[in-house]
């Protein structure tokens, strides 16, 4: 349960900074934030855009951005 507790802290820290989000097609394997699933290099997915630029540090799957 502690795990689990700490893995949801982190996915909602991951998502807390994000302004917008941007369809994007990956370039790199990534994983949602939200759900964990995979994003396949090649594969669409959302982008999590921030004020502090820099590296994304949030990755949205197409199943999730439908539910902000």
Do not use: H, Y
Not at 22 to 36: G, I, P
Not at 41 to 67: D, T, V, Y
Request: hydrophobic letters at 40%.
């Amino acid at each position: 349960r502690i795990a689990e507790s700490s893995r949801s802290q982190d996915r909602a820290d991951a998502l807390a900074g994000v302004e917008a989000w941007n369809r994007v097609v990956s370039n790199r394997n990534a994983t949602c934030a939200k759900c964990s699933v995979q994003i396949v290099k090649g594969e669409e997915g959302f982008a999590g855009l921030s004020e502090q630029g820099g590296p994304i540090r949030a990755w949205l799957c197409s199943r999730c951005i439908g539910m902000i």
